[in-house]
């Protein structure tokens, strides 16, 4: 893995060799750490009428925790609000066959996945499952922009899709405004690789900007 990694061989302020790019600095990580804590205070009523509504509307946790490959391909344990019935990942094989990209592709979306509640759907149709992400970005697992963490493990990975796992894992990113689910994983880490090619602080506010429109129209939500 670490020949395939993507080189980050300047630094994002000073522009010296051996300096730490954007997407690995300190300033990125504080800051994006206070800004998700300041989210999560601001949004504590909206999460909460969240968390009332999924338990009104089925039995489970209100919480789920998948486990993703972040940073280098180390797993770690993503908040997500819970959207499916709570058996969802044991159905998942037998449902492999509808996969949207295939049935051996290593990405796994379904339209009309019928293990989604009626809650989920309203929340994933607006993103808004994906808010308790604000903690991971606390707890320096993920950033607010980054390249979206995977279900599968690195090694499902191939050798040109490595390159993705050289920064943290973000909430939103250049694949979030380019067609979401639409989007097969080859194109994703494509967007992906230009990110990091093009990281910075002006890239991630465009990005975090244009994120509440694409979400709003709706564009290849599932």
Partial sequence: MQNALWVHDRGWFSGRQGGSPWSLSRTKRLGEACAALLLLLLLSPLLLGIALLIRLDS??????VQRRTGFRGRRFGM???RSMVADAEALKD???????HGAEAI?????ADPRVTA???WLRRTSLDELPNLINVVRGEMRLVGPRPTSFNASRYHEHHL????????M????????RSDVDFDDRVELDMDYIRRQGPLLDLWILLKTPVEVFHGHGAA
């Avoid at 039995?59 to 789920?64: A, D, E, I, K, T």
């Avoid at 939103?172 to 067609?179: E, K, P, R």
């Fill in 119 to 121: 809650v989920g759907r």
């Fill in 172 to 179: 939103t990113g250049l694949w979030q405004i380019s067609g």
């Fill in 163 to 170: 390159g993705r796992l050289s920064i943290y894992p973000g």
């Fill in 79 to 81: 908040y997500k609000f």
């Fill in 59 to 64: 039995p489970g946790p209100v919480l789920f």
């Fill in 94 to 100: 037998s449902l492999r066959h509808l996969n949207k």
């Fill in 107 to 111: 990405d796994f979306k379904i339209d």
